[in-house]
């Protein structure tokens, strides 16, 4: 509903919308939109243009090379990033490097090309080149390109200057942090990454969903597109993930975000050895849909027919990450309920001070604090959905530990959960978690059993 003290008139709205979905993939529609009326009226302020209409068309104007993005884009999209972010990734992705690295040596093409989209202030490409570089050493017969983009222009800009905070650098162990960082105690941006790494990385302001056309397709070796794709909406995440397909080679591996998926929005993608840790590759030889449903039969026949392990490691993987993604949307549906039912019952508290209510009023108010509780203990089952599913993953790690034995591939399944907690979920305490797990004495006097 748009209040009638909005800054943008209806026609500057749906103008502005309209852009930034164009460019950003994001729909401010609804949902953001009073957020984004607050935040134009403040910029609009601050760059001195106090007209609605004028302020729209600075923003459009390509002199301001999109520099105001930055500020429309706060109240939806952080640029929350950090050196080695999901560790687990990070391992994976260094093992990829280390088979990759040696594939090149044997054959005698010495190239490598990554690109990072959405790269934020530069802690993620940064953190691939120190993981190259430690491969390559000082062999100087390489073809490296490691290209970053974020559609930020300002973000690429720090980038560039290659300095970052203690808190950047956070989980940067020492001995790279010795072997380049230099650090120095002034402001706060104290290390300077050295000039060895900081010069493989390429940086350009690039949006994901308008993309230049010069680009050439089948070009990189690894992609990665990490925590953004939440940010899009369907159509513009589909356009994102043909985008970043079209640019790898055949055989490259797109690396997302460990809560993100293709799933119901790609089906270009295969699963790899590294699928737990939401590495998806594309394929050497494309399918057709058709094709997939036939291998798909055809690999569950062998599987009974020739019993072959490396179909039955693809389904533990495929449950796997079945059961991840369950988490995930149930984790995200709670804790937005659990939001909106906080803020009930603050105002069902501030309704019951109020000592002018008749007693009618008082009476409906206390059913409907009780109904409210109910509600509350409901969610709780959440927890117990979560030992559930953990206890799954359990039995799929013991499965998958059987089936592959002590070989170096076998996927470690309960990672991909575990470094979702670790980079999403704001961290729990054991006792915090038996504090608001519910008894078995609630949940049975909630369901009446
Ligand atoms: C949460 S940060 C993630 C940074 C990094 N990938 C990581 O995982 O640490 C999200 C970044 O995506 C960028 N972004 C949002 N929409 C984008 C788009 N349509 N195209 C390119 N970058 C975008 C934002 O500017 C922000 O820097």
């Known amino acids: 509903m748009i209040q009638n003290t909005s800054f943008l008139g209806e026609e500057e709205r749906t103008e502005l919308v309209d852009y930034l ?6 729909d401010y529609a609804e949902a953001v939109f009073e957020s984004l009326d607050a935040c134009v009226r403040r910029r609009a302020k601050s760059v001195g243009i106090e007209n609605a209409a004028l302020y729209v068309k600075y923003v459009k104007d390509e002199r301001s090379c999109g520099a105001e993005l930055m ?9 929350e990033t950090f050196f080695f972010r999901h560790a687990n990734q990070i391992k994976a992705f260094t093992k990829l490097m280390v088979q990759m690295v040696a594939d090149q040596r044997a054959s005698g093409d010495r190239s490598l090309k990554i690109w990072v989209a959405a790269c934020s202030t530069g802690e993620e490409p940064y953190s691939l080149a120190m993981i190259v570089k430690d491969l390559i ?15 930020i222009p300002q973000r690429i800009e720090k980038a560039r200057t290659a300095r970052f905070s203690e808190r950047s650098i956070r989980h940067v162990d020492e001995e790279h942090v010795a072997k380049y960082f230099t650090a120095n105690s002034e402001g706060d941006m104290p290390y300077a990454l050295c000039d060895e790494v900081a010069s493989m990385v390429e940086f350009h302001a690039a949006s994901l969903v308008s993309v230049s056309e010069e680009e050439t397709n089948n070009q990189y070796d690894v992609v990665f ?12 995440k589909k356009k994102a993930l043909s985008t970043l397909h079209d640019r790898l080679k055949p055989g490259g591996y797109l690396v997302l975000g460990p809560a993100e998926s293709p799933s119901g929005l790609s089906d270009a993608f295969q699963r790899c050895p590294y ?15 058709g094709q997939r ?13 020739a019993k072959r392990l490396p179909h039955l490691i693809d389904l533990v993987q495929f449950i796997d990450r079945g059961t991840c993604d369950i988490r995930v949307d149930i984790d995200s549906s709670l804790s937005s309920a659990i939001e909106m039912l906080s803020a009930v019952a603050d105002a069902l508290n501030a309704l019951q001070d109020d000592t002018k209510l008749t007693a009618e009023a008082r009476e409906k108010i206390e059913q409907m604090d009780q109904q409210f509780m109910r509600a509350m203990l409901f969610l709780q089952v959440g927890d117990r959905i979560t030992q559930k599913s953990e206890a799954l993953r359990a039995s799929l790690q013991e499965l998958s530990d059987y089936l592959i034995g002590d070989d170096a591939e076998a996927p470690d399944l309960n990672v991909s959960i575990s470094s979702f907690d670790e980079n999403i979920l704001p961290a729990k305490s054991d006792e915090e978690r038996d504090e608001n797990a519910m008894s078995q004495d609630d949940i049975d006097a909630l369901f009446g059993s």
């Open 293 to 305: 449903a036939e291998a798909s039969a055809a690999m569950t026949e062998d599987l009974f027919a």
């Open 21 to 26: 979905y164009n460019k950003t993939g994001i």
């Open 71 to 79: 500020y429309l884009m706060e109240p939806v999209s952080t640029g």
């Open 137 to 151: 050493g000082d062999e100087n017969d390489w073809d490296i390109i490691l290209k970053a983009t974020d559609i």
């Open 275 to 289: 699928s737990v840790h939401n590495f998806f590759k594309k394929p050497e030889n494309p399918v057709g849909n």
């Open 225 to 236: 597109c990490r925590n953004v794709l939440g940010f899009l909406d369907e159509t513009a």
